[in-house]
């Protein structure tokens, strides 16, 4: 079970990024995926999930309206479209999957990806 986060980089604030999870040895039919994120010098915190099945999808109150969860299943790939970023969304960006249904719990996450770094800066 492998998950990869990509995307991540250097951005002006107000500017857009488009984070990529890619998975395998799992299927998205059966697992959600939760994006994390890291401020430097903080505890990491959820930031958005989509279910298994349905691809329900939820965000954290901080990014609602700005950022979008979506998923290609034939790519085995997860994404979050960010928009309107600003200096508060710099973090490192974590993936990570869970067998359970929509949570953000991090315990409820089994498997995870190395994280991608997000930097939000004029």
């Known amino acids: 079970v492998q998950l990869q986060a990509s995307g991540g980089g250097l951005v002006q604030p107000g500017g857009s990024l488009r984070l990529s999870c890619t998975t395998s040895?799992?299927?998205?039919?059966?697992?959600?995926i939760g994006w994390f994120r890291q401020p430097p010098g903080k505890e990491r915190e959820p930031v958005s999930c989509?279910?298994?099945?349905?691809?329900?999808?939820n965000y954290a109150d901080s990014v609602k309206g700005r950022f979008t969860i979506s998923r290609d299943n034939a790519k085995n790939t997860v994404y979050l479209q960010m928009n309107s970023l600003n200096p508060e969304d710099t973090a490192v960006y974590y993936c990570?999957?869970?067998?359970?249904?929509?949570?953000?719990?991090?315990?409820?996450?089994?498997?995870w990806g190395q994280g991608t770094q997000v930097t939000v800066s004029s």
């Open positions: 040895g799992f299927s998205l039919d059966y697992y959600a």
């Open positions: 990570a999957a869970t067998p359970s249904s929509l949570t953000y719990r991090s315990s409820d996450y089994l498997y």
């Open positions: 989509i279910s298994a099945g349905d691809g329900t999808t």
